[in-house]
């Protein structure tokens, strides 16, 4: 098969062997794969693998079963679904454990729902189950106009919050409130937590999704109500931030953060159940949808890795995969 493996910060297509699957793994043949900054980071030397996972990068795949190991129930060949996977999703044939797989929402394409499993694995995890996010509260998403960002406005709108974002242009802004944001903050020429304090007329948000970091984490402290929870899920600002804690202690604030990859499959598959239930009949009904900013082939991978980078995009980017 062909996929794409890294040598020297660069993609580059190679030829290996077609997996064969575990007891409890299935084989799909990818027709989709999302591009995730974890790739990038990857690919940059900066974010291994988990032990046992494959070194050829890629998160999440679409695409249709066409072997199962002889544990797996119910899935079957033939079966078409997305996956979130621990490596591997840039080829042409990739693993995925029977439990971390979901099935198409109805009317969906592939290169639809390759954009689904990561972002939305992740954004459930942090905002429902570390955040608990309930009506009425307010969330702060900075990157808002992100993959993570426009799955994260549209779930939290779902659950009945009101949704404030961050982005980097007034295009990104206005994408944001097309797709339900309250109000979208150019952090280039707005203070950010002034605009926070003005919006929500002093009290703060409840929630902050946090995918900065850095100088960020004591900025977010100044917009937060009482109660308040923040978390971080990424740090592209720095890994370090001086805080003075006595708010935290005062205003009752929970600081956490969380990262998907290393966690288990038995935690994954909980989540994975999770969405089946709540989301999927909402991705299916067209309440919620994934925002595709550009497909690419698989052979363009590393053009997509950088275009990432560039911070250009709104939504996802996803690779196709053409089969002979």
């Known amino acids: 098969m062909r996929a794409l493996e890294i040598q020297q910060q660069i993609l580059v297509v190679t030829e290996r ?14 027709y989709a794969a999302g591009v995730n900054r974890p790739d990038v980071l990857q690919r940059q030397g900066l974010y291994p693998p988990p032990e046992g996972a494959s070194d050829i990068p890629g998160l999440e795949v679409a695409g249709i079963i066409i072997a199962c190991g002889h544990a797996v129930t119910p899935w079957q060949c033939g079966d078409a679904v997305c996956a979130l996977v621990t490596g591997g999703g840039y080829a ?15 009317g969906f394409t592939f290169v639809q729902a390759a954009a689904l499993p990561e972002t939305f694995f992740t954004v459930w995890s942090n905002l429902v189950d570390r955040a608990n996010l309930t009506a009425n509260e307010t969330l702060l998403v900075h990157g808002g106009s992100s993959g993570i960002g426009t799955t994260a406005i549209q779930l939290a709108n779902a659950r009945g919050a009101k949704v404030l974002v961050t982005t980097g242009s007034e295009q990104k802004g206005q994408a944001c409130l097309a797709l339900g944001a309250a109000a979208a903050i150019n952090y280039r020429t707005h203070d950010f937590v002034a605009e926070v304090n003005r919006l929500t007329a002093g009290k703060g948000v ?54 998907l990859r290393g966690r288990s499959d038995d935690v994954k598959a909980q989540l994975a159940q999770q969405l089946h239930q709540q989301v999927w009949p909402l991705l299916s009904s067209g309440h919620l949808r994934p925002i595709i900013y550009t497909t ?29």
């Open 17 to 30: 062997d077609i997996p064969t699957p575990l007891a409890y793994q299935v084989l799909i043949k990818v």
């Open 296 to 324: 690419l082939p698989l052979t363009a991978a590393q053009h997509a890795h950088e275009l990432m980078e560039s911070s250009v995009h709104i939504g996802k980017i996803i690779l196709e995969i053409e089969h002979d």
């Open 92 to 106: 042409e044939y990739c693993l995925a454990s029977a439990a971390l797989c979901l099935p198409m929402p109805t």
């Open 206 to 259: 409840d929630v902050i999704l946090d995918m900065v970091g850095g100088d960020y984490i004591p900025r977010n402290f100044k917009c937060m109500a009482f109660d308040a929870r923040l978390v971080v899920i990424a740090l592209q600002g720095g890994t370090k931030a001086e805080i003075n804690l006595l708010p935290l202690m005062l205003r009752r604030y929970t600081l956490t953060g969380s990262t």
